[in-house]
């Protein structure tokens, strides 16, 4: 499985090839993570990503432990998945 692309931080490189977007719901299905974004412009997008990325991203947020990561943003690539 191709999976999507997602950074907490702004990616310093190839920035015109990624979307600002904010996070509206996460979710776990069939063993990966599904993070639905909406760009600028109010437009859904599912990014499937694996748990540890999930992990990763989250951790590079700047929220707390017991905070949601719902309404942060996050630049994020579509690459495939389901």
Known sequence: MDHDRIHAQEPSHHRDRWTVGTIT???ERDGH???TVENESGAPTELVVTMAIRDLFVSRLD???DESPV???V???KRGGS
Do not use: H, Q
């Open 25 to 27: 719901e996460i979710a």
């Open 33 to 35: 993570c599904v993070v």
């Open 63 to 65: 929220i707390g432990d």
């Open 71 to 73: 309404g942060e943003r």
């Open 75 to 77: 630049w994020f690539r």
